[in-house]
């Protein structure tokens, strides 16, 4: 790997840990205002100092976070399709390699659409995407199955579109946990990181769906809704990074937002282990 590409890819991956906690906050590019998301500047301040990378787009970037945060930024160059549209495939490359250079960022990002009316445009973007990141020096993450697609959110069709992304050169893939995700992680040569899809029942159950992905070989997360729409999200972040970095287990991690948020989490009163369970750095 190129020495630029290599230190952009060496500030989102924590060299202890080997994973990252990325703070998605690109959903207006197709959703608009979402809940908890509509003033993304009040949204994302609190949370930046906690995340190893903000993942969002050029607009929301220049309006809403400082420039002289360090946050490495993970910037979505894709869109062209709302959700007033029935088919959301139809997404080209909506922001330059040389805007992405500009904005300083650590990676750019789009979605591929494995199985959707538009699967080949998405898939020669992502070629097209790659060739420009490798004469830059910049990673390419894919996203895949985002939105409707999410229905099909098993391991035999994200292992295919992650496989297939990895294939056309992605440095990175973002996708999403499933039953038997380790089978998603075999056949994927490059790093993983998980969104966190619609906000679910329980802080838990996100604490829970982030230790699964990890144990089951994610090299992080890249989580928007279950943490800036829950009740306390500095907290909600904080405790996923244990999850994340240092091993916790989720009772471990579910107290720390039952202390931080102020919340009577079910295991609030339930001591915390004095040590991670240790785990050997990978990347
Ligand atoms: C789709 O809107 C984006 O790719 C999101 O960044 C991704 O879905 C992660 O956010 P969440 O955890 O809310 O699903």
Not at 180 to 192: Q, R, S, T, Y
Not at 219 to 225: K, L, T
């Amino acid at each position: 790997m190129d020495w630029g590409m290599e230190n952009r890819m060496g500030r989102m991956f924590s060299p202890a840990s080997g994973n990252t906690v990325m703070l998605a906050v690109d959903h207006g590019y197709f959703m608009g205002p979402t809940r908890s998301l509509e003033d993304a500047r009040a949204t994302i301040a609190p949370l930046l100092p906690h995340a190893d990378a903000l993942a969002l787009t050029r607009g929301i970037l220049r309006r809403c976070v400082p420039p002289t945060a360090s946050t490495p930024i993970v910037l979505r160059v894709s869109g062209g399709v709302t959700v007033l549209k029935e088919d959301l495939s139809d997404e080209h490359i909506t922001t330059s390699m040389r805007e992405a250079l500009r904005l300083n960022a650590s990676a750019v990002a789009m979605s591929v659409f494995v199985g959707a009316p538009h699967e080949h445009e998405s898939l020669v973007h992502l070629g097209e995407l790659v060739d420009a990141g490798e004469d830059a020096g910049m990673p390419v993450m894919a996203i895949t199955a985002v939105g409707k697609e999410l229905e099909k959110r098993d391991a035999r069709y994200l292992a295919l579109a992650c496989r297939v992304s990895a294939e056309l050169g992605a440095h990175l893939v973002k996708t999403y946990y499933c039953d038997d995700f380790a089978k998603v992680v075999e056949g994927c040569p490059v790093p993983l990181v998980v969104a966190g899809g619609p906000k679910l029942d329980s802080d838990r159950a996100a604490l829970e769906l982030a230790r699964r992905a990890i144990d089951e070989g994610a090299h992080g997360i890249d989580m928007g809704r279950n943490i800036w729409q829950s009740d306390h999200p500095v907290a909600m972040l904080k405790a996923l990074r244990a999850i994340v970095h240092e091993q916790a287990s989720v009772d471990d991690a579910l107290s720390i937002v039952g202390e931080e948020g102020g919340a009577t989490a079910p295991s609030a009163a339930r001591p915390r282990s004095a040590t991670p369970r240790a785990r050997a750095p990978s990347r």
